[in-house]
């Protein structure tokens, strides 16, 4: 589209211009290589994208633009206005992993972010807090650097340690003491193989494996009940034949005759494999467990049957070599302490039945699930006035892990005691972080702290 624009010319002689040309407000402007639309277009891609990916997203929209260009965009706009927080939320992100660190800030009431800054030490901190006077209440996490920065730089503002953190320390303990007490998640063996009277442990008990079925005869039967299982539960013939994947007239010739008549016939086929079976399981008993090598050694020896029909059949020698355990696993200790750290109510029946009689049987970890529970009842209801008696009922109890959490608990519990207490929880600033390291991810190598601080702050 082309826009036709006036061009002036000044009369005072003492202007330095001398020319200059007419522009549409809100379209062009003196010197520009492109319209403000067309900049705000820009500037909002690189924000969401940053350089490279924003690049590639822009000349797809037929606004084409380097990826330098996008990024000079996003740093020419404008910070908003900083807001004066009085609640704010602190927590530390990698810019590098283990190597360097930034803070970000989070307006903890309008959960917005409001600043981020390189490094996590006492003295940032402080610096920061102390140019900004009206704050009175900082989330944080538990002790640390942060408490010290806090005390210094804003001395009258109430800590909150963050129930995140606490709930995550929590937790880590619960982990410690459940892994102390392994021991305790297996189920006992049952009680008539204990030998009470040295009896029962003698001699193994009387094995006579029933005979190997041949696997024709084996699927016939399996077949054959399967059919009749549907037809008694009232299905037609050609549903039954669909449910199991299986031609209407395999329903109808099972149907229709005795079971027995079928397994002669399969047994009649099979009995081929009788002169290779002393074989077989002579080679099996060797450890050669393989059905495509055992197939080809009876080829050799005359066989002429299918390979299948030798798959089906070590297939059965195998089950019956490993025959699945019969004691359950026991619960990984890692799971067992998920579950009481769990709200009873979200267990499944079957998770909530072992941890059940696990309890029962565990007197100490019966302990843990009840302090647990307790702590739980504390954050939810934020009756942080409890927490003196959770911490002496924690000590009454030998669960050296939650002692070492409790006496933490006692070197912060102002701040703890207010996490307990007040509605402010460091929620959203964990949020800001997961939206930190995205951010951090789409940039690659550009990660410069000013820029990620613009993403973060005007997005
Ligand atoms: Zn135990």
Redesign the pocket.
Known sequence: MDVGVRRFRCDDPGCGAATFAEQIPGLTAPFARRTAGLTDCLATIGLALAGRAGARLASKLGMPACRDTLIRLVRALPEPPAAVPTVIGIDDFALRKGAVYGTVIVDMETHRSIDIFPGRDADTLAAWLAERPGITVICRDRGGSYADGARRGAPDAIEVADRWHLWANLGAAVDKTVS??A??LPEPPPADNLAADGRSEAGPPPQSDPPIEYPLARRHRERHAAIHELLAAGCSRAEAARELGISERTVYRFAGTPLEQHLGRANNRASRLDRFMDHLHQRFADGVHNARVLHREIELLGWRGSLRTVERYIAQLRERANPPPTAPTPPKPRKVAGWIMSDPDHLTAGAAMQLKAILA?????EATRKHVGSFANMIQNLTGDRLPSWIDAVRADDLPALHSFATGLTRDQAAVTAGLTLPWSNGPTEGTVNRLKMIKRSMYGRANLDLLRRRLLIT
């Open positions: 102390a007490h021991a305790c049987r565990c007197p100490e970890l």
